[in-house]
């Protein structure tokens, strides 16, 4: 069965056809003046978007004014299908415009005698309107059953479009009695997505992660400086707030407790904070809400829309303070989190490039002293030019930052840009982070290992816990950073081991 939007909104329509599952699209004259747009405009706008059909209905009510406007509205787009209602004009219009190769849409279907005369016409779809009649206690799907049987009987081409739908159980029964196509509102759309067993698995994992947070505020608080303290008192009641909301939204009160995982991981952050001081809590803080703006984006998606979406507005906007807060409210910061940013990015880098490098080395020589030189040679040179790369960088963008101030000085405008980073520190920032990431695959080799396997491994470990800190502190999906940096390093070793063996080979290397 295909599925339809009954609607003019072009918002809606490119959303239901982003999801793949949209076939054609429904509108009619009340529909098309909500958008408050030009009619052709608009029409032509939803004809490019729809994959399939799209029925644009008729004012007239006449057999010439029908016919006269539906030839004008098939000019809109091939993917145009003209509605015409079902009365002896509409009929009559039918046929005319079938005759003319324009297909026809007969709409206000309200009985199975309208829907055998309308087929007889030629109606490339007749549309029985189910919740009109189930709103004057007449059951709308018998009349869809009943039309599917007298087409599949009489052998009809006429396709059953069942309209007026007001719930996901019309579109069930619809698919169920056969009918070709449902047209429904957006909102019907939204509801078939939903499953109170998806809303549990959602919910658990959202209140657990919320929590986490509150769990690692609590922490925090205990070995965070003054200032930070003040921050953290100020966000444990709003965090307790969401915890609150959560779980009677998804009637999760019961759950209270986290779960092994998210245990280990609270113990790892707050060893880490209590190793690297009020640093670490500043960087912990900003990327826990990066993470939790994301996930409260997500949920607004899905229960926006829906009878507790001012609740979940009134959360939403709590936690964008609650971010605000964090991100911009602490301004003396000893480490910048863009710096600790840089220095991982390096280390993954420096990571991945000699691990790989390494992997070659291993297949073409056969001595590790030879390993170790040549992996400490690359490493060393690379770190120099990304190194070189970050001071160009650097340099040039404080250059362009002091020629646009002062432009901005000698127009009299205030200047408030912040002190550029020195091109120096950028440099041993990322050289230094690109050469302890070079060294971790070469060290194996040093003490002692005579293959490639331990070097793999070592390197690979570091690789996992590397993205994950990156992922983490950049606010990314840390499994999905995690999967994609394993998957590259892994074609990276693959790649040039084999190199290594072709040109050990083919040049006769033996080192």
């Known amino acids: 069965m295909k599925i339809f939007l009954d609607t003019a909104n072009v918002n809606e329509i490119k959303e239901g056809v982003a999801l793949g599952v949209v076939d054609g699209v429904t509108t009619n004259p009340s529909l098309a003046a909500k958008e408050k747009k030009p009619f052709r405009p608009l029409v032509e706008e939803i004809c490019s978007i729809v994959p399939g059909d799209v029925s644009l209905e008729v004012v007239a009510t006449d057999f010439e004014g029908m016919i006269k406007e539906g030839a004008e509205l098939a000019q809109v787009a091939p993917n145009v299908v003209v509605k015409c209602p079902l009365t002896a004009d509409g009929l009559k219009a039918v046929k005319y415009l079938t005759g003319k190769g324009i297909r026809v849409n007969q709409t206000l279907c309200f009985s199975a005698t309208q829907a055998l005369l309308s087929a007889k016409a030629g109606a490339y779809y007749i549309s029985p309107f189910l919740g009109r009649l189930d709103d004057i206690a007449h059951v709308g799907m018998d009349l869809v059953r009943d039309i599917c049987e007298i087409y599949r009987v009489q052998g009809f081409k006429t396709q059953v479009l069942a309209a007026s739908i007001r719930n996901p159980l019309h579109v069930i029964d619809a698919a169920k009695a056969g009918a070709h196509v449902a047209t429904m509102p957006f909102s019907v759309l939204q509801q078939l997505m939903k499953h109170p067993l998806t809303d549990i698995g959602l919910g658990r994992r959202l209140v657990l992660d919320e929590i986490f947070d509150l769990s690692l505020y609590r922490a925090l608080h205990a070995v965070a400086p003054p200032d930070l303290r003040r921050t953290l008192e100020a966000l444990i009641p709003v965090e307790t707030r969401h915890v609150a909301f959560w779980q009677k939204f998804f009637g999760l ?86 710096k600790v940013r840089n220095v ?87 050289g230094i982070g690109y050469f302890v990431g070079a060294v971790v695959p070469v060290l194996p080799v040093v003490f002692g290992a005579r293959t490639v396997l331990p070097t793999v491994v070592t390197g690979g470990a570091m690789i996992i816990a590397v993205s994950a800190i990156v992922a983490f502190i950049s606010g990314m999906n840390v499994r999905r950073r995690i999967a994609l940096n394993v998957v590259i390093t892994g074609l990276a070793v693959i790649v040039t081991y084999v190199l290594g063996l072709l040109t050990k080979k083919l040049l006769g290397v033996e080192i």
């Open 253 to 338: 009160e019961h759950v209270t407790r986290l779960d092994a995982g998210r245990r280990l991981r609270l113990a790892l952050i707050i060893a880490a904070c209590r190793i690297f001081g009020a640093s670490a809590i500043h960087i912990v803080l900003e990327a826990i809400e990066v993470h939790g703006v994301q996930k409260y984006l997500d949920v607004w998606q899905r229960y926006g829309d829906g009878p507790l979406g001012p609740a979940v507005r009134e959360v939403l906007e709590d936690e964008f303070k609650h971010e605000d807060a964090v991100v911009t409210g602490e301004a003396d910061r000893r480490i910048n989190p863009e």
């Open 344 to 430: 991982f990015l390096g280390l993954n880098d420096g990571l991945v490039e000699i691990l790989g490098a390494v992997s070659g080395f291993f297949a073409a020589f056969n001595s590790t002293v030879a390993v170790i030189t040549a992996g400490f040679t690359v490493g060393v040179a690379g770190a120099l030019s990304m190194a070189a790369g970050a001071y160009i960088g650097a340099g040039s963008e404080a250059e362009l930052r002091e020629t646009e101030d002062a432009r901005r000085r000698f127009l009299g405008e205030t200047v408030t840009s912040e002190a550029a980073e020195s091109p120096l520190g950028a440099a041993a920032i990322v």
